[in-house]
């Protein structure tokens, strides 16, 4: 049978350390406060009884020595409260008065202590009532009598009780509170840590501008400080190698179109060229075919590391973008489209070249396009591009959408391997748009690349800023 372990996060462990630490405090505390309390109480009332019996024993001892006829009015006298019982041993038996106890359930060895001259006490329960019993010896010169007072301790129970249910639940509440306070305190304690992963994740993510905000904690201040120069240094670090892009991608651009021309200008000459020459020329065009396309990637990735520019975003219909885009397309892939408007919140251009892109990599890599679907979910608006492809192993399916990520055929050449950055725009685009991009196995075979952005519910205006405070 396995067994699943539930590990509790800092935060709560420190909450319940705090709880156990107030519980065991308290309960410490209310053990040694109930145990002084009551051994005092019953201390005072032991010595309020055993005073009381004797100043009741000489009443009792005057009238058996005076011989007077009214000792059982004075028996009766004498026991005053309803609950009590005083018990008179004499040569002719037992006078009870009071409460009505049977004389032969008397401890034995209290008994015989009195007799023997000695004054004896003991707490007993007599018909299920906590009493204290005091038994004393009658001091007379005729007869030998020993006096029993059964004192009552309900009410002293009582209070031993109620001092114990306030204690307990004193202990409680100070676990529950000390629970409260360790929570809060853990709280507190970690809000920088939480910070720093909110901002980590956030650099993670793409966003090079997260900063930890200052803190005056002298303990906390260097990691803010250095999180805060490691981000700007990073941020730094990829702006440079994007403006680096950009600069070489734009350097490149004008030899770049020389060369293709020239090229062009081989390719209609090659008929007469030898058979030599001519597969030069075919190995030339393919290359520099593929030499432009990734200089118009890295132009594309330069400006995608920048955020998108919200003067750019429109009202898009993805379902109508998608319908122009395949009908252009000379194979023309089979849509399934719903004739109700999708409407997302996006930069056209790059929308359009994410679809783009997500067809010629099903073309080029995945045998053609099977399907192509919009729909509508749970406020999402959904793309599917299926192709008649292998389709792309799992441990491959994060690592396709990675800049110069071609998978298994990263080492051939030609133009139908592509430059290995058609997916990682699509990618960025996704994500500056705030929406998700995977890659999944299609029913039947073959690849699924399934998109989706958030559905523009509101007006465009309402919808701007809800997407941009989702990013």
Same mark, same amino acid.
């Given at each position: 049978?396995?067994?699943?372990?539930?590990?509790?996060?800092?935060?709560?462990?420190?909450?319940?350390?705090? +709880?156990?630490?107030?519980?065991?405090?308290?309960?410490?505390?209310? *053990?040694?406060?109930?145990?002084? !309390?009551?051994?005092?109480?019953?201390?005072?009332?032991?010595?309020?009884?055993?005073?009381?019996?004797?100043?009741?024993?000489?009443?009792?001892? &005057?009238?058996?020595?005076?011989?007077?006829?009214?000792?059982?009015?004075?028996?009766?006298? @004498?026991?005053?409260?309803? &609950?009590?019982?005083?018990?008179?041993?004499?040569?002719?038996?037992?006078?009870?008065?009071?409460?009505?106890? =049977?004389?032969?359930?008397?401890?034995? &060895?209290?008994?015989?202590?009195?007799?023997?001259?000695?004054?004896?006490?003991?707490?007993?329960?007599?018909?299920?009532?906590?009493?204290?019993?005091?038994?004393?010896?009658?001091?007379?010169?005729?007869?030998?009598?020993?006096? $029993?007072?059964? *004192?009552?301790?309900?009410?002293?129970?009582?209070? *031993?009780?109620?001092?114990?249910?306030? @204690?307990?639940?004193?202990?409680?509440?100070? !676990?529950?509170? +000390?629970?409260?306070?360790?929570?809060?305190?853990?709280?507190?304690?970690?809000?920088?840590?939480? /910070?720093?992963? =909110?901002?980590?994740?956030?650099?993670?993510?793409?966003?090079?501008?997260?900063?930890?905000? /200052?803190?005056?904690?002298?303990?906390?201040?260097?990691?803010?400080?250095?999180?805060?120069?490691?981000?700007?240094?990073?941020? %730094?670090?990829?702006?440079?190698?994007?403006?680096?892009?950009?600069?070489?991608?734009?350097?490149?651009?004008?030899?770049?179109?020389?060369?293709?021309?020239?090229?062009?200008?081989?390719?209609?000459?090659?008929?007469?060229?030898?058979?030599?020459?001519?597969?030069? $020329?075919?190995?030339?065009?393919?290359?520099?075919?593929?030499? %432009?396309?990734?200089?118009? =990637?890295?132009?594309?990735?330069?400006?995608?590391? %920048?955020? #998108?520019?919200?003067? !750019?975003?429109?009202?898009?219909?993805?379902?109508?973008?998608?319908?122009?885009? !395949?009908?252009?397309?000379?194979?023309?892939?089979?849509?399934?489209?719903?004739?109700?408007?999708?409407? #997302?919140?996006?930069?056209?251009?790059?929308?359009?070249?994410? $679809?783009?892109?997500?067809?010629?990599?099903?073309?080029?890599?995945?045998?053609? #396009?099977?399907?192509?679907?919009?729909?509508?979910?749970?406020?999402?608006?959904?793309?599917?591009?299926?192709?008649?492809?292998?389709?792309?192993?799992?441990?491959?399916?994060?690592?396709?959408?990675?800049?110069?990520?071609?998978?298994?055929?990263?080492?051939?050449?030609?133009?139908?391997?592509?430059? +290995? @950055?058609?997916?990682?725009?699509?990618?960025?685009?996704?994500?500056?748009?705030?929406?998700?991009?995977?890659?999944? &196995?299609?029913?039947?075979?073959?690849?699924?690349?399934?998109?989706?952005?958030?559905?523009? %519910?509101?007006?465009?205006?309402?919808?701007?800023? +809800?997407?941009?405070?989702?990013?």
């Amino acid at each position: 049978m396995e067994v699943v372990t539930v590990a509790l996060s800092l935060r709560w462990r420190v909450a319940v350390a705090f +709880g156990l630490a107030s519980l065991v405090v308290t309960g410490l505390l209310g *053990f040694a406060t109930w145990n002084l !309390a009551s051994s005092y109480m019953l201390a005072q009332r032991e010595q309020s009884a055993t005073r009381q019996a004797a100043v009741n024993v000489r009443l009792v001892g &005057e009238s058996l020595r005076s011989g007077s006829d009214g000792l059982a009015e004075l028996l009766t006298g @004498l026991a005053g409260d309803p &609950e009590s019982t005083i018990a008179l041993s004499r040569s002719d038996g037992w006078i009870t008065v009071g409460r009505q106890v =049977d004389p032969a359930t008397l401890p034995h &060895e209290l008994i015989m202590l009195a007799e023997d001259g000695v004054p004896a006490r003991q707490r007993i329960i007599t018909d299920g009532v906590p009493v204290l019993a005091v038994a004393l010896p009658v001091a007379t010169t005729a007869t030998t009598a020993t006096y $029993v007072e059964l *004192f009552p301790l309900l009410e002293l129970d009582r209070t *031993f009780r109620f001092l114990s249910a306030v @204690l307990i639940t004193g202990a409680a509440i100070s !676990a529950l509170l +000390g629970l409260g306070m360790g929570y809060w305190a853990a709280r507190r304690a970690l809000r920088p840590l939480v /910070e720093l992963t =909110d901002a980590a994740g956030r650099v993670a993510r793409g966003d090079l501008q997260a900063r930890l905000p /200052e803190q005056p904690d002298p303990d906390l201040a260097p990691l803010a400080a250095t999180f805060n120069r490691t981000a700007s240094a990073l941020e %730094q670090r990829v702006r440079r190698d994007a403006r680096f892009a950009s600069d070489v991608s734009h350097e490149l651009r004008s030899p770049l179109t020389t060369m293709v021309n020239a090229v062009e200008v081989l390719h209609r000459r090659r008929t007469d060229m030898p058979t030599a020459a001519r597969q030069a $020329v075919d190995l030339l065009s393919a290359d520099v075919g593929r030499f %432009q396309r990734m200089v118009v =990637d890295l132009l594309e990735i330069s400006r995608t590391d %920048q955020d #998108v520019d919200d003067r !750019a975003l429109e009202a898009v219909d993805v379902a109508d973008l998608v319908r122009n885009i !395949a009908a252009s397309r000379p194979e023309h892939p089979p849509t399934e489209v719903h004739a109700q408007p999708a409407l #997302v919140l996006a930069d056209r251009r790059r929308l359009d070249r994410v $679809v783009t892109n997500l067809l010629d990599n099903g073309e080029r890599h995945g045998g053609g #396009v099977l399907r192509l679907a919009v729909l509508r979910r749970s406020g999402r608006v959904r793309l599917e591009i299926d192709d008649a492809g292998p389709g792309v192993p799992p441990e491959l399916r994060e690592q396709v959408f990675e800049r110069f990520a071609r998978g298994q055929r990263a080492g051939d050449r030609g133009d139908s391997t592509g430059s +290995g @950055l058609g997916l990682a725009l699509v990618a960025q685009h996704i994500d500056r748009h705030g929406g998700a991009v995977w890659v999944e &196995e299609r029913p039947g075979g073959g690849a699924r690349f399934v998109v989706e952005l958030p559905e523009l %519910q509101e007006s465009p205006e309402e919808g701007l800023t +809800g997407q941009l405070s989702s990013r």
